[in-house]
C-alpha cells in the first residue's frame, strides 16, 4: 500500500512569515512529486513539481525533495493571507504496466494571519 | 474548452438511485483520470484511460462503480444503486498523455454527490 503523509494542521504563521509544509511518502519507487494548493471547495491546483534531489525555487515558493529519506516540502516565503489553502503532496509512481494515477496525502490546512 | 468541465457541479439523488457524472477534458489532452474526494481526506484515484481504453481501474471501490470513454474525449463515472458512503466530490483530471510520470494532471471543478 502507497502511503502519503502529511500533517494535517492547521498549520497558523503570520502575514509575511514562511510556512513549511512537510510530506513523507512509502514507496521508493517514487519518482515525481508535485503539490496542489486547493482552496475551500475549489478542486486542486498544481503549484510546484519537483522530480530530483534538492531545492526547484519558482517565486515564493520553493519545494525540496530527499529521496533517501523518502520526504518532500514546501516553503512558502513571505507568506500572504491569500496563501491561506489547503495544500496537498502527491506523489506519481510508476510501478508497472500504465499506472500513472497520483497518490495523495490528506493535505495540510495552513491559515496566514494578517 | 480553456479547462476542465465537468457536469453536473452538484447531485443529490436518493440512495439506490443510478446517477452519471460527466467529464470533458482539456481539448487534446489524451489521458483522463477520476478521483473521489471524502470530506477532510486528499482525492482518491479511481480510473485512469488512455485514449477510449480503462489503462488502471484499480480504484474502483466495487462493481457498482464504472466509467466509459466511448471517443477518447468526453467520459461519463456511473454509479449504480448509490450508497450514503458514495457521497463525496468527484473530480475529473485530464493530461497530454505522453505516458510520464512528470506530466502534470489538471483537476476540474469536481461534482459534489450527496446521497440521501
Known amino acids: 500500500q502507497k502511503e502519503v503523509e502529511q500533517n494535517s494542521g492547521p498549520l497558523s504563521v503570520p502575514e509575511g512569515a514562511i510556512a513549511s509544509l512537510n510530506c513523507t511518502y512509502s514507496?521508493?519507487?517514487?519518482?515525481?512529486f508535485f503539490w496542489y494548493r486547493q482552496y475551500s471547495g475549489k478542486s486542486p491546483e498544481l503549484i510546484m513539481s519537483?522530480?530530483?534531489?534538492g531545492d526547484k525555487e519558482d517565486g515564493r515558493f520553493t519545494a525540496q525533495l530527499n529521496k533517501a529519506s523518502q520526504y518532500v516540502s514546501l516553503l512558502i516565503r513571505d507568506s500572504q493571507p491569500s496563501d491561506s489553502a489547503t495544500y496537498l503532496c502527491?506523489?506519481?509512481?510508476?510501478?508497472?504496466?500504465?499506472?500513472?494515477?497520483?497518490?495523495f496525502g490528506k493535505g495540510t490546512l495552513l491559515t496566514v494571519n494578517p | 474548452g480553456a479547462g476542465v468541465s465537468q457536469t453536473p457541479s452538484n447531485k443529490v439523488t436518493e440512495k439506490g438511485k443510478y446517477v452519471e457524472l460527466r467529464c470533458d477534458p482539456i481539448?487534446?489532452?489524451?489521458?483522463l483520470y477520476w478521483y473521489r474526494q471524502s470530506l477532510g481526506q486528499g482525492p482518491e484515484f479511481l480510473i485512469y484511460?488512455?485514449?477510449?481504453?480503462?489503462?488502471?481501474d484499480s480504484g474502483l471501490p466495487n462493481d457498482r462503480f464504472f466509467a466509459v470513454r466511448p471517443e477518447g474525449s468526453v467520459s461519463t463515472l456511473k454509479i449504480q444503486r448509490t450508497e450514503r458512503g458514495d457521497s463525496a466530490v468527484y473530480l475529473c483530471?485530464?493530461?497530454?498523455?505522453?505516458?510520464?510520470?512528470?506530466?502534470?494532471?489538471?483537476f476540474g471543478p469536481g461534482t459534489r454527490l450527496l446521497v440521501l
Open positions: 519537483i522530480y530530483s534531489n
Open positions: 483530471a485530464s493530461s497530454f498523455g505522453i505516458r510520464d510520470t512528470q506530466e502534470t494532471q489538471y
Open positions: 514507496d521508493r519507487g517514487s519518482q515525481s
Open positions: 481539448s487534446g489532452h489524451t489521458a
Open positions: 502527491a506523489v506519481n509512481s510508476r510501478s508497472g504496466g500504465s499506472n500513472y494515477k497520483l497518490t
Open positions: 484511460f488512455q485514449g477510449t481504453g480503462a489503462a488502471d
